[in-house]
């Protein structure tokens, strides 16, 4: 049987051509900095809205410690952008109070214990660090190891109490858990 190639190019050609096309624009949409995805979680304690943005990296076959972060050394907690977080409720950490608002989150990391900074500036320049005086709450959290590691920064709100007025702020990479205890206030009498 004789094929007619005329026919056949243009139909091939109509079909072949938006498949990639479609390829093509989908591929544009991945960004090209996929190292450390953003991730934005919002979580009810109670009446109170907390809202955490940041960035995740990964381990990759490196160390925390002296691999990825330094001892000692100021962190900004995630990768790219400013960690974020946010309550619109004024909150206890840790039994001391912190305003309604939104703030980066820094850490100066040690094995034993991280210091975890809440700062009023949100735009974080990479080159200069945290201005200190816009600290609006500095905190020193023992550090808890973890049986089973974790690949990939989390930061995650936890144990609820039965009541909604305390939970957890868990910070966990590897096999460090840093817990910060957080109460909101009762709103129903």
Not at 4 to 22: D, F, G, M, T, Y
Not at 115 to 125: A, L, P, Q, T
Not at 135 to 150: E, F, T
Request: a positive charge; one cysteine or more.
């Amino acid at each position: 049987m004789k094929v007619n190639s005329q026919i056949c190019l243009p139909k091939i050609l109509c079909a072949v051509i938006p498949c990639l096309l479609l390829h093509s624009g989908l591929y544009s949409q991945i960004p090209d900095d996929m190292h450390s995805p953003r991730c934005r979680m919002y979580q009810r304690i109670g009446m109170t809205q907390v809202e955490i943005s940041y960035s995740r990296p990964s381990l990759k076959g490196r160390n925390l410690y002296g691999g990825i972060i330094e001892e000692g050394k100021e962190w900004r907690t995630g990768a790219n952008a400013a960690t974020t977080i946010r309550f619109d409720d004024p909150v206890l950490i840790k039994g001391q109070q912190l305003k309604a608002g939104i703030y980066a989150l820094y850490t100066i990391p040690n094995k034993d214990s991280w210091e975890v900074i809440f700062n009023k500036n949100i735009y974080i320049d990479p080159y200069k660090g945290r201005t200190k005086e816009l600290d609006a709450l500095h905190l020193k959290i023992s550090v808890l190891s973890m049986d089973q590691p974790v690949e990939t920064f989390t930061i995650s709100v936890s144990d609820i109490s039965k009541d909604h007025i305390s939970a957890s702020i868990d910070l966990m990479w590897e096999n460090t858990l840093v817990k910060m205890p957080l109460e909101v206030p009762r709103k129903w009498g």
